[in-house]
C-alpha cells in the first residue's frame, strides 16, 4: 500500500478540498466573490498536482536506494 502513496493521498486530499469548496464555496459565489472561488480552486489544483509529482519522484528514489542497498552491505562484509 505504501508503494502507491503517490496515487491514493493525492485522492484523499482531492476529496477532501472539493468538498471543503464547495461547502464554502457556495458562499463566495452568492456574495459574487467568482474570482476567489476560481483562485482558490486552481491553487488547491497546483497543490495536488506538486504533491503527486513530489511523492512520486521520492517514491522512485527509495525504490533505487533500496535495489542497491543489499549490493553495498554484502560487498561490505564479504571483505571482513
Not at 472539493?18 to 497543490?47: C, H, N, P, Q
Not at 542497491?68 to 564479504?78: A, Q, S
Request: glycine residues 2%; proline residues 2%.
Amino acid at each position: 500500500m505504501r508503494k502507491y502513496k503517490y496515487i491514493w493521498l493525492p485522492i484523499l486530499l482531492a476529496v477532501y478540498f472539493l468538498f471543503m469548496t464547495f461547502y464554502f464555496g457556495m458562499d463566495l459565489l452568492r456574495k459574487g466573490e467568482d474570482i476567489r472561488f476560481w483562485l482558490t480552486v486552481s491553487a488547491e489544483i497546483a497543490v495536488l498536482t506538486a504533491l503527486a509529482f513530489f511523492l512520486k519522484k521520492r517514491e522512485k528514489l527509495r525504490m533505487e536506494r533500496e535495489k542497491d542497498m543489499p549490493t553495498t552491505y554484502r560487498d561490505r562484509y564479504k571483505k571482513l
